[in-house]
């Protein structure tokens, strides 16, 4: 039989449950928390004390943002398929990329790529990398991180979850870099755009240690709490038979206009 390798995940036998080379029962259970969990899953080791503060506030910044697309989606689903809860989790996950949360990943490989360029951590350099990394996007491109379709001012998260990062020790040359490309980026296009907090969870994670390949992966994890908690509330106070009804009145069917024969 061919060998297909080994996983260092999870395993059992009869009495044992191991995860990343811990016992289960004896290690993890009791000692860590949901987002320690996940951090031990990933980056295969449990946090410090420090970095779990900051993953788990990432976590908590991204759970749920009110009725967005995903969410709906999720509802919605739900309203068809009552019996299938995991399916309108999944659709409303599967309502996650380049608009929603998306971000994260886009930034966490923008400044991972900044910073791996960059030839010293000085403000002066990280501003010479900052610059080159607007240089090096398409005209017309979408910022990484920056702008917000309802903070349009300033993001309330992004204050809590830099604090936070500087607190615990975990504010590092990606963060900076970040808010470093915001400001370039704003002075250069004569804009006032935030940041937003999907940019920053990807920045911080990256200061953490987590490749941009896996954060929208973490950051999935967060949501699908979010879409749990729409689920709940869906069951006791549904709104979407009444979001069904008021789009289908609100868009009249028509036939289809064809060209001149």
């Known amino acids: 039989m061919t060998w297909l390798g080994q996983t260092s995940v999870g395993g059992s036998t009869v009495d044992r449950i191991m995860v990343q080379g811990l016992d289960l029962s004896g290690d993890v259970i009791g000692r860590a928390n949901l987002g320690d969990m996940l951090f031990l899953l990933v980056a295969r080791r449990l946090p410090t004390a420090e970095e779990s503060a900051v993953f788990n506030g990432v976590l908590v910044s991204i759970a749920d943002h009110g009725i967005t697309p995903n969410a709906l989606a999720a509802r919605l689903t739900y309203t068809g398929a009552p019996e299938a809860l995991q399916g309108a989790v999944a659709a409303g996950l599967l309502g996650i990329g380049g608009v929603i949360l998306g971000v994260a990943e886009e930034t ?24 080159s990394l607007l240089d090096d996007l398409p005209a017309g491109a979408r910022l990484p991180g920056l702008g917000h379709p309802i903070h349009k001012g300033e993001d309330p998260r992004i204050g809590v979850l830099f604090t936070l990062a500087r ?16 400001e370039q980026a704003n002075k250069r296009l004569g804009l006032q ?4 907090a999907a940019g920053a969870a990807g920045a911080i994670l990256s200061d953490l240690g987590f490749s941009w390949k896996i954060v929208r992966g ?6 699908a709490a979010g879409m ?21 009145g609100r868009v009249p069917y028509g036939p289809p206009d064809h060209p001149d024969a």
């Open 108 to 131: 966490a490989r923008l400044v991972q790529d900044g910073v791996a360029r960059a030839t010293d951590l000085d403000d002066a350099s990280l501003d010479d990398v900052a610059e």
């Open 167 to 182: 607190r615990h020790g975990q504010y590092g040359p990606h963060c900076r870099l970040f808010e470093r490309f915001g």
């Open 193 to 196: 755009l935030p940041l937003n």
């Open 218 to 223: 973490i950051l999935l994890v967060a949501r």
């Open 228 to 248: 749990v908690g729409h689920l709940a509330e869906e069951q006791e106070r549904p709104i979407g038979w009444a979001v069904w009804r008021e789009i289908e």
